[in-house]
Protein backbone atom coordinates (compact mmCIF):
# COMPACT_ATOMS: atom_id res chain seq x y z
CA UNK A 1 0.00 0.00 0.00
CA UNK A 2 1.15 3.63 -0.76
CA UNK A 3 0.92 6.15 1.94
CA UNK A 4 -0.45 9.64 1.14
CA UNK A 5 2.14 12.41 1.02
CA UNK A 6 4.60 10.58 -1.23
CA UNK A 7 7.62 12.48 -1.73
CA UNK A 8 9.65 12.14 -4.97
CA UNK A 9 12.93 10.41 -3.85
CA UNK A 10 10.31 7.47 -2.64
CA UNK A 11 8.32 7.45 -5.72
CA UNK A 12 12.10 7.39 -7.74
CA UNK A 13 13.09 4.52 -5.12
CA UNK A 14 9.32 2.80 -5.62
CA UNK A 15 9.29 2.67 -9.56
CA UNK A 16 13.09 2.05 -9.65
CA UNK A 17 13.30 -0.89 -7.22
CA UNK A 18 10.46 -2.85 -9.33
CA UNK A 19 12.44 -1.65 -12.52
CA UNK A 20 15.19 -3.38 -11.49
CA UNK A 21 14.08 -6.65 -9.72
CA UNK A 22 11.85 -6.92 -13.26
CA UNK A 23 8.29 -5.91 -12.18
CA UNK A 24 8.17 -3.92 -14.59
CA UNK A 25 9.32 -4.89 -17.64
CA UNK A 26 11.29 -3.03 -20.69
CA UNK A 27 9.27 -1.17 -22.75
CA UNK A 28 6.70 -1.67 -20.49
CA UNK A 29 4.41 2.27 -20.79
CA UNK A 30 4.37 3.82 -17.20
CA UNK A 31 1.65 5.88 -17.20
CA UNK A 32 1.39 9.39 -15.21
CA UNK A 33 -2.04 9.55 -14.44
CA UNK A 34 -2.04 5.83 -13.51
CA UNK A 35 0.76 6.31 -11.23
CA UNK A 36 -0.17 9.82 -9.74
CA UNK A 37 -3.30 7.65 -8.16
CA UNK A 38 -1.12 4.94 -7.23
CA UNK A 39 1.01 7.18 -5.16
CA UNK A 40 -1.90 9.60 -3.98
CA UNK A 41 -0.04 12.57 -5.47
CA UNK A 42 -0.40 14.87 -8.59
CA UNK A 43 1.06 14.59 -11.62
CA UNK A 44 3.49 16.92 -11.24
CA UNK A 45 5.81 15.05 -8.48
CA UNK A 46 5.58 12.08 -11.05
CA UNK A 47 6.97 13.95 -14.02
CA UNK A 48 9.68 14.77 -11.49
CA UNK A 49 10.41 10.95 -10.59
CA UNK A 50 10.20 9.60 -14.01
CA UNK A 51 12.83 12.61 -14.97
CA UNK A 52 15.39 11.53 -12.36
CA UNK A 53 14.83 7.90 -13.41
CA UNK A 54 15.40 8.99 -17.09
CA UNK A 55 19.02 10.63 -16.07
CA UNK A 56 19.43 7.22 -14.26
CA UNK A 57 19.23 5.43 -16.95
CA UNK A 58 16.23 3.29 -15.75
CA UNK A 59 13.05 5.05 -18.02
CA UNK A 60 12.87 6.44 -21.43
CA UNK A 61 10.98 9.44 -22.04
CA UNK A 62 9.50 10.34 -25.46
CA UNK A 63 8.68 13.26 -27.48
CA UNK A 64 4.64 13.60 -27.26
CA UNK A 65 4.39 9.69 -26.36
CA UNK A 66 4.84 9.50 -22.90
CA UNK A 67 7.44 7.19 -20.60
CA UNK A 68 8.13 3.83 -20.81
CA UNK A 69 10.84 1.29 -18.97
CA UNK A 70 14.23 1.76 -20.30
CA UNK A 71 15.96 -1.43 -21.14
CA UNK A 72 19.87 -1.59 -19.18
CA UNK A 73 22.14 -3.88 -20.74
CA UNK A 74 24.90 -5.58 -19.32
CA UNK A 75 27.42 -3.24 -21.34
CA UNK A 76 26.18 -0.15 -19.89
CA UNK A 77 25.49 -1.35 -16.30
CA UNK A 78 29.48 -2.42 -16.20
CA UNK A 79 30.45 0.85 -17.50
CA UNK A 80 28.79 2.83 -14.69
CA UNK A 81 30.08 0.09 -11.65
CA UNK A 82 33.35 0.73 -13.34
CA UNK A 83 33.52 4.31 -13.09
CA UNK A 84 31.99 4.04 -9.64
CA UNK A 85 34.50 1.52 -8.92
CA UNK A 86 37.61 4.15 -9.29
CA UNK A 87 35.43 7.16 -7.65
CA UNK A 88 35.04 4.81 -4.79
CA UNK A 89 38.76 3.87 -4.67
CA UNK A 90 39.99 7.69 -4.87
CA UNK A 91 37.74 8.24 -2.02
CA UNK A 92 38.89 5.56 0.38
CA UNK A 93 42.25 6.56 -0.42
CA UNK A 94 41.81 10.19 0.62
CA UNK A 95 39.66 8.74 3.80
CA UNK A 96 42.45 7.32 4.76
CA UNK A 97 44.67 10.10 4.96
CA UNK A 98 42.81 12.52 5.29
CA UNK A 99 39.99 11.83 7.92
CA UNK A 100 39.95 13.09 11.66
CA UNK A 101 40.31 10.91 14.28
CA UNK A 102 36.86 11.63 14.94
CA UNK A 103 35.26 10.53 11.35
CA UNK A 104 37.33 7.21 11.72
CA UNK A 105 35.76 6.38 15.29
CA UNK A 106 32.75 7.16 13.92
CA UNK A 107 33.46 5.07 10.72
CA UNK A 108 34.35 2.12 13.00
CA UNK A 109 31.78 2.15 15.32
CA UNK A 110 29.25 2.35 12.63
CA UNK A 111 30.68 -0.38 10.81
CA UNK A 112 30.86 -3.25 14.00
CA UNK A 113 27.41 -1.96 14.86
CA UNK A 114 26.16 -2.74 11.52
CA UNK A 115 26.92 -6.64 12.38
CA UNK A 116 24.07 -7.01 14.21
CA UNK A 117 21.83 -6.71 11.10
CA UNK A 118 23.55 -9.01 9.22
CA UNK A 119 23.22 -11.90 11.86
CA UNK A 120 19.14 -10.21 12.25
CA UNK A 121 19.57 -10.84 8.04
CA UNK A 122 17.84 -7.22 8.11
CA UNK A 123 18.27 -6.27 4.33
CA UNK A 124 16.24 -2.78 4.15
CA UNK A 125 18.13 -1.53 7.39
CA UNK A 126 21.61 -2.69 6.09
CA UNK A 127 20.72 -1.18 3.09
CA UNK A 128 20.41 2.29 4.64
CA UNK A 129 23.55 1.45 6.79
CA UNK A 130 25.29 0.95 3.73
CA UNK A 131 24.53 3.79 2.23
CA UNK A 132 25.38 5.95 4.72
CA UNK A 133 28.74 3.91 5.50
CA UNK A 134 29.72 4.62 2.09
CA UNK A 135 28.78 8.37 2.07
CA UNK A 136 30.80 8.55 5.52
CA UNK A 137 33.60 7.45 2.54
CA UNK A 138 32.89 9.88 0.64
CA UNK A 139 33.24 12.92 2.69
CA UNK A 140 35.67 11.82 4.15
CA UNK A 141 37.92 12.37 1.22
CA UNK A 142 37.63 15.77 2.12
CA UNK A 143 37.30 16.65 -1.59
CA UNK A 144 33.87 18.49 -2.74
CA UNK A 145 34.09 17.79 -6.80
CA UNK A 146 34.75 14.46 -5.80
CA UNK A 147 32.24 13.73 -3.35
CA UNK A 148 29.56 16.15 -6.27
CA UNK A 149 30.87 13.37 -8.52
CA UNK A 150 30.56 10.77 -6.80
CA UNK A 151 26.94 11.12 -5.36
CA UNK A 152 26.12 11.36 -8.95
CA UNK A 153 27.57 8.44 -9.96
CA UNK A 154 25.67 6.45 -7.09
CA UNK A 155 22.13 7.85 -7.47
CA UNK A 156 22.34 6.10 -10.78
CA UNK A 157 23.15 3.08 -10.00
CA UNK A 158 21.14 3.08 -6.35
CA UNK A 159 18.60 0.80 -7.44
CA UNK A 160 20.94 -2.27 -8.51
CA UNK A 161 23.01 -1.65 -5.20
CA UNK A 162 20.01 -2.11 -3.43
CA UNK A 163 18.79 -4.73 -5.14
CA UNK A 164 22.38 -7.09 -4.31
CA UNK A 165 20.79 -7.46 -0.68
CA UNK A 166 18.04 -9.86 -2.29
CA UNK A 167 20.57 -12.34 -3.18
CA UNK A 168 21.62 -15.18 -0.76
CA UNK A 169 24.43 -14.61 1.69
CA UNK A 170 24.99 -10.63 0.49
CA UNK A 171 24.98 -9.15 3.67
CA UNK A 172 27.71 -10.71 5.37
CA UNK A 173 29.90 -10.82 2.49
CA UNK A 174 29.32 -6.94 1.74
CA UNK A 175 30.26 -6.60 5.98
CA UNK A 176 33.77 -8.33 5.32
CA UNK A 177 34.58 -6.26 2.42
CA UNK A 178 33.68 -3.30 4.31
CA UNK A 179 35.79 -4.80 6.97
CA UNK A 180 39.00 -4.94 5.27
CA UNK A 181 38.09 -1.18 3.69
CA UNK A 182 37.49 0.18 7.26
CA UNK A 183 40.30 -2.07 8.60
CA UNK A 184 43.07 -0.03 5.80
CA UNK A 185 41.51 3.60 7.03
CA UNK A 186 42.34 2.71 10.49
CA UNK A 187 45.57 2.17 9.61
CA UNK A 188 46.01 5.24 7.23
CA UNK A 189 46.84 2.81 4.51
CA UNK A 190 45.83 4.36 1.20
CA UNK A 191 46.99 2.25 -1.56
CA UNK A 192 44.92 -0.98 0.97
CA UNK A 193 41.73 1.16 1.58
CA UNK A 194 41.59 2.15 -2.36
CA UNK A 195 42.25 -1.19 -3.52
CA UNK A 196 39.68 -2.75 -0.91
CA UNK A 197 37.26 -0.26 -2.17
CA UNK A 198 37.75 -0.60 -5.74
CA UNK A 199 37.16 -4.62 -4.91
CA UNK A 200 34.03 -4.15 -3.11
CA UNK A 201 32.74 -2.08 -5.94
CA UNK A 202 33.66 -4.76 -8.43
CA UNK A 203 32.15 -7.38 -6.35
CA UNK A 204 28.97 -4.96 -6.29
CA UNK A 205 28.99 -5.29 -9.95
CA UNK A 206 28.89 -8.79 -10.26
CA UNK A 207 26.07 -9.17 -7.76
CA UNK A 208 24.26 -6.80 -9.69
CA UNK A 209 24.50 -7.62 -13.23
CA UNK A 210 21.91 -10.44 -12.31
CA UNK A 211 19.44 -7.87 -12.29
CA UNK A 212 20.42 -6.09 -15.96
CA UNK A 213 17.75 -6.42 -18.59
CA UNK A 214 16.85 -10.16 -19.64
CA UNK A 215 18.78 -11.76 -16.32
CA UNK A 216 16.44 -10.91 -13.26
CA UNK A 217 15.97 -13.02 -10.48
CA UNK A 218 11.99 -14.43 -9.61
CA UNK A 219 11.70 -11.53 -7.04
CA UNK A 220 9.15 -9.28 -8.22
CA UNK A 221 6.59 -10.25 -6.28
CA UNK A 222 8.35 -9.57 -3.04
CA UNK A 223 9.21 -6.13 -4.05
CA UNK A 224 5.72 -4.01 -3.55
CA UNK A 225 5.42 -0.41 -4.39
CA UNK A 226 5.49 1.54 -1.29
CA UNK A 227 6.51 4.77 -0.36
CA UNK A 228 9.66 3.67 2.00
Known sequence: MVRSGTTVDQMVRAIGDRIVTGFLRPGEKLDEASLAARFDVSRTPVREAL???????????????????????????????????????????????????????????????????VQ???????????TDFHTRLYRGAHSKHIYELTVMTRSRLAPFRRAQFMLSGRLAKSWQEHDVIVTAIMRGDGAAAGNAAKNHV????????VFAAGDQPKVASTVPVTAG
Open 120 to 130: LGAEEDYEYFN
Open 202 to 209: SIVSEASA
Open 51 to 117: GQLSAMGLVERRPNRGAIVAVVTQEHLASMFESMAELEAICARFSAERMTAGERRALEIEHQASARL
